[in-house]
């Protein structure tokens, strides 16, 4: 499994950004994938679930209306469109393979992650 992410960055209250991930060495359109992070101090928490053929999605309260996660299987790539960030959003971003329960058993299946600052 090999993932790499891109697209973070620092950005204010209320802006939008958009991670990318571009996955490899295993077989991207059968699999599930999700998106984690991992704030100062914390432990990793999922922020979007979806399925093989991107048909379904999934999130966990604290992101729900504000992030979108997408993919392409034909370019095995991986996206999450987060808009109205929050200070609280501020995390290092993982992509993910599996849903959130493989994804968050093993690191082996992250990838090297991406910094997203939300701040004034």
């Known amino acids: 499994v090999h993932l790499v992410e891109s697209g973070g960055g620092l950005v204010q209250p209320g802006d939008s950004l958009r991670l990318s991930c571009v996955a490899s060495?295993?077989?991207?359109?059968?699999?599930?994938m999700s998106w984690l992070r991992q704030a100062p101090g914390k432990g990793p928490e999922w922020v979007s679930a979806?399925?093989?053929?991107?048909?379904?999605?999934y999130y966990p309260d604290s992101v729900k209306g504000r992030f979108s996660a997408s993919r392409d299987n034909a370019k095995n790539m991986l996206y999450l469109q987060m808009d109205s960030l929050k200070p609280e959003d501020t995390a290092v971003y993982y992509c993910?393979?599996?849903?959130?329960?493989?994804?968050?058993?093993?690191?082996?299946?992250w990838g090297q992650g991406t910094q997203v600052t939300v701040s004034s």
């Open positions: 993910a393979a599996g849903d959130p329960t493989e994804a968050l058993r093993s690191e082996s299946y």
């Open positions: 060495g295993f077989a991207f359109g059968s699999a599930d």
């Open positions: 979806i399925n093989e053929d991107g048909s379904k999605t």
